[in-house]
């Protein structure tokens, strides 16, 4: 499967990840049906439930270069996640 988000809109996003969500969640449930297994469900909720509600680490909050915090870069477009460099041997 294939996906392209450029040039749509944050709503048809999430309208599209939700539906993905929703092919999964009944493709797994008849996964389980076929092998007898649970889904899992309920546990896979619990661990987003505690991802949601964990607090921020320090890093996380630390002012970025422009010295605002990563919630204000967050409401400016994205989080950006800085990678490591290359050497030049590398490149």
């Known amino acids: 499967m294939r996906l392209n988000f450029s040039g749509v809109g944050e709503e048809a996003i ?16 008849l996964y389980g049906t076929l ?3 649970s889904s ?7 661990a ?10 320090a890093r996380e ?17 994205g989080r950006v996640v800085e990678l490591p460099r290359r050497s030049a041997r590398e490149a």
């Open 48 to 57: 987003a439930r505690e991802h949601e509600d964990r607090r921020p680490s």
């Open 14 to 29: 999430r309208e599209g990840v939700r539906r993905i969500g929703a092919v999964v969640d009944e493709q797994v449930a």
């Open 61 to 77: 909050e630390a002012p970025g270069p422009g010295g605002e915090t990563s919630s204000a870069r967050d409401d400016a477009g």
């Open 40 to 46: 899992g469900t309920d546990r896979r909720s619990q």
């Open 35 to 37: 092998t007898g297994r």
